[in-house]
């Protein structure tokens, strides 16, 4: 018997939703999928505040990707803060905006829409007056505290592009995104906190510019105001930046498609790529995801415990809630700190109605037992959501039981870096759920099951997941490199966005994501190359080759699986593994390990050299029994060898 849960009722009352039930669900899906270009000017005109109201939907098509990028709302304009602060101004001034709640338990700051907004200006005036410009690139590498979320909306307000880099990401990873961006600016603070540990921003801002000549300022914020050194003549103090600056200054109105960010992630091949999201049609989609998906109410408080360094940090802590007038918890610590209660305790403190997290700390969680949730008061809750990698069953019942104790319907979010926004996923109060399924796709999104040799599937199927028509929230280009966004998405199947992902869909037309297909690892929600990693593993000398696959992992849901071939006469062993970690720790960041490594005379090559991944793969999920054809190896006796020796947790 399936498992499906009805939404409960106490989620369904009262819905203030567009979208509030199933009837209207598949009508608007239906109207979309008919009209795309009057489905988002209609909602765009609806909910954001354009200087200029757009009057064209969508220009170009994936067919003719090619030849330059995607336009929505080409010729609007505006500015993406006038929608997430100045029209709220005379409605909701005095609502908090943004709630922050510190390292520490209880350690909380509450800064109100006005007070955002007047933040956001200071700091529009400080960068404008030291002189950054619309279009310029400012590169933000902070923990999660509000003036991270002021410094994006500061650079919004300017019309300059910001990068934020997840403060886990070590100087190297800095600075190769400094230079692919050519960002002139750079804004961090002294140090981080996380769970009681102190993370040397600011010193690691200093390794990675340390040659680099391209930066003309950074603005150092003091979270913790330990000493840190300040070079003459390029770094200032966030303090001295805003003082005496004015409370109110001009957005600066850009056309809909000005960039509004680059955010690097990783891919199958290469280092991290700058996606770029562009302001009218980003704006849009992430407001109206939001509020369909979560279906927010005026007196919701929206709990998205992500960072701020990766896009579910932007779409749904920054730009969707204060978009939609929401009041946006940011959280400094981690869900173990100091034990695993936290979420818990501040579910009880602050009553959050909306809870968005990772699988993999639910999993973790769990793993401690209900105590630590059960000695909490977790009745403000609603909704709870996941997103960045699949749930199993298992962590989706606990949190559905266990959490929200069957009160709370939960929203299992697909989507990535690239789509801007949630595009398959329940509707709160609308979508009755299947634990493991992301079940249905948002209005305006169209998920095509691709055989690999481009065959689309119908009905219940497994395939690779594609996206068939285009939306406004997606990715527009890849940094200084279109050619690159259009071989990785584009090329596979032509006409359609390729995902990355595989799929199946059941006979109610549910989606199960499989994960990933290419040599994307996703790690404790965490998306990391495996090129990444075998640059980093043969940067060491006493490596010769390396090939990195991933594999499943009771917690982090993938973990990171390490073939390495030694030089001649090198030991293998603990020293070598931990040198190598250390290399991925420099060159990657402090959230790059290797879980297993397996030391092989040999990787697995065809004759023409190509390292036949599949095998490795199987070898490390621990089924090696059907590897398929190894003919076309330059050497089959490696398998074996490969398979016997084969590592698990
Ligand atoms: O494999 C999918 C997985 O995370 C990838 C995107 O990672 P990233 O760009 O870092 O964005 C994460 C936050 C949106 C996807 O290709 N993923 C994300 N959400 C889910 C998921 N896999 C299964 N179920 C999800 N709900």
Request: with cysteine.
């Amino acid at each position: 018997m399936a498992d499906i849960h009805p939404v409960p009722e106490r989620v369904r009352a009262g819905s203030p939703s567009p979208i509030p039930d199933m009837d209207r669900y598949r009508e608007i899906y239906a109207a979309a999928q008919n009209d795309p270009e009057g489905f988002w000017l209609e909602v765009t005109r609806q909910r954001i505040a354009w200087d200029k109201p757009p009057t064209m939907g969508l220009t170009g098509s994936y067919h003719e990707i090619a030849q330059g990028p995607i336009t929505w709302f080409a010729d609007g304009e505006l500015n993406a803060t006038v929608s997430c602060l100045d029209r709220h101004l005379a409605t909701r001034g005095d609502k908090v905006a943004i709630l922050w709640e510190g390292d520490e338990p209880g350690d909380n700051r509450r800064l109100t829409y006005r007070e955002l907004h007047a933040e956001v200006c200071r700091l529009a005036a400080g960068l404008d007056a030291l002189g950054v410009q619309k279009g310029d690139r400012v590169i933000i590498y902070m923990g999660m505290v509000p003036e991270a979320a002021v410094a994006m909306l500061a650079c919004a307000r300017l019309g300059a592009i910001h990068s934020v880099v997840f403060g886990g990401f070590s100087a190297e990873s800095v600075r190769d995104r400094v230079r692919d961006s050519l960002a002139e600016w750079v804004i961090t603070q002294d140090e981080g906190l996380r769970g009681g540990r102190k993370i040397p921003l600011k010193a690691v801002v200093d390794q990675a510019l340390d040659g680099e000549h391209g930066v003309k300022k950074v603005i150092v914020h003091q979270r913790t105001h330990v000493d840190v050194p300040m070079k003459e003549g390029r770094d200032v103090f966030y303090q001295d930046v805003v003082a005496g600056r004015d409370a109110a200054h001009p957005p600066t109105i850009v056309p809909a498609e000005h960039p509004l960010y680059i955010l690097y992630t990783s891919g199958s091949t290469g280092k991290p790529k700058g996606v770029v999201h562009t302001t009218g049609g980003y704006i849009t989609y992430v407001a109206y995801s939001h509020q369909v998906v979560f279906d927010l109410r005026e007196d919701d408080v929206f709990a998205c415990v992500a960072d701020v360094g990766w896009v579910t940090g932007h779409s749904y802590i920054v730009y969707g809630p204060l978009a939609n007038g929401a009041t946006t918890v940011m959280f400094e610590s981690v869900p173990t700190y100091p034990d695993p209660g936290r979420y818990w305790d501040m579910v009880q403190r602050l009553r959050p109605t909306i809870f968005y997290g990772a699988p993999t700390a639910l999993r973790a969680l769990a793993a401690q037992g209900d105590t630590y949730v059960k000695k909490y008061d977790r009745s403000s809750l609603r909704v709870l959501g996941t997103v960045g990698e699949p749930i199993n069953p298992d962590a989706w019942r606990w949190y559905y039981d266990v959490v929200g104790e069957g009160r709370c319907n939960i929203v299992d979010t697909w989507w990535q870096t690239e789509t801007g926004g949630i595009c398959i996923s329940p509707l709160a109060p609308v979508t009755a759920t299947k634990p493991g399924s992301a079940t249905l796709p948002l209005p305006g999104i169209v998920p095509v099951l691709m055989s690999p040799d481009g065959h689309i599937q119908r009905g219940p199927a497994e395939g690779l997941l594609c996206l068939a028509v285009p939306w406004p929230g997606q990715a527009r280009t890849v940094w200084g490199d279109h050619e690159r966004f259009v071989s990785t998405y584009f090329q596979h199947f032509k006409g359609y966005y390729f995902t990355g992902d595989g799929s199946r869909r059941d006979k109610d037309g549910y989606y199960w994501i499989t994960g990933r297909v290419d040599d994307v690892i996703n790690v404790a929600g965490h998306r990391m190359g495996t090129a990444e990693f075998e640059s980093a593993l043969v940067s060491v000398d006493e490596v010769a080759e390396a090939a990195c696959v991933g594999f499943p992992h009771p917690i982090k849901g993938q973990g990171v699986y390490a073939y390495v071939v030694l030089q001649p006469g090198v030991e293998p062993g603990e020293p070598i593994e931990k040198l190598m970690n250390g290399a991925c720790r420099t060159l990657i960041g402090a959230h790059a390990k290797v879980d297993l490594f397996q030391f092989v005379p040999g990787l697995p090559k065809t004759r023409s050299g190509k390292v036949m991944r599949r095998i490795l793969r199987k070898v490390a999920e621990g089924d090696p029994s059907n590897l398929g054809d190894v003919t076309t190896l330059a050497d089959p006796g490696v398998v074996d060898v490969i398979v016997k020796g084969a590592k698990s947790l």
